[in-house]
């Protein structure tokens, strides 16, 4: 079992409606969650952190996160577009970091 | 400020050769990472370094070694590079524990 798991998708949806994608995790003594935004062909880039359970929300980027379930989300309301990417879960405990295989959400015009 | 560099940016080698990827940051950040990514598989740690003169293993690190040769700069040799190794190699880096990451534009490498 992979340390940080994700559905792979794609996840289709249709613009102006929210987007959720989820991740789980098999190492209870994680510490902090991370999502990160990928384009193809380029580097990762940071969407939001979360460290403690409940919700935390950036503008339209709203991170859940459940210890007790090992289990962290990410809701894109008022889906764009431009929202259309790979979306990377990464978990870190102490220095290591590791990440899922990625979600891919495909947002419909 | 460049934040984190890598090169070269794309390398093809032949079964067998040796070569070594650079990364240096310059935003005075104690960890640095590598990873690869390949199609379908996210991205996958291959060794990382919390402070200058440490390095640890990783999730995939067989066929490769790294030197954190001081704060800036942390470089990954493949030794005898195999057509498996043909990927996608991103170097990242961060202040400390719960900081989030930075990431290097990646390196292309084809191994044939």
């Known amino acids: 079992q992979k340390e940080v798991e994700q559905n792979s998708g794609p996840l289709s949806v249709p613009e102006g409606a929210i987007a959720s994608l989820n991740c789980t995790y098999s190492d209870r003594g994680s510490q902090s969650f991370f999502w990160y935004r990928q384009y193809s062909g380029k580097s990762p880039e940071l969407i939001m952190f979360i460290y403690s359970n409940g919700d935390k929300e950036d503008g339209r980027f709203t991170a859940q996160l459940n210890k007790a379930s090992q289990y962290v989300s990410l809701l894109i309301r008022d889906s764009q577009p431009s929202d259309s990417a790979t979306y990377l879960c990464a978990v870190n405990r102490d220095d290591k970091i590791i990440f899922g295989k990625g979600t891919r959400l495909h947002i419909l015009p | 400020n460049a934040g984190v560099t890598q090169t070269p940016k794309f390398q093809v080698l032949k079964t067998g050769q040796s070569m070594t990827l650079q990364c240096a940051q310059d935003m005075n950040h104690n960890s640095m990472y590598w990873y690869r990514q390949d199609p379908g598989m996210g991205l996958r740690l291959i060794y990382y370094s919390a402070s200058e003169g440490t390095t640890d293993k990783g999730e995939v690190p067989n066929g490769y070694n790294v030197s954190r040769l001081n704060k800036r700069e942390f470089s990954l040799r493949l030794e005898s590079a195999a057509p498996s190794q043909t990927s996608v190699y991103f170097c990242?880096?961060?202040?400390?524990?719960?900081?989030?990451?930075?990431f290097g534009p990646g390196t292309r490498l084809l191994v044939l």
């Open positions: 990242a880096s961060r202040k400390g524990v719960e900081e989030t990451q930075y």
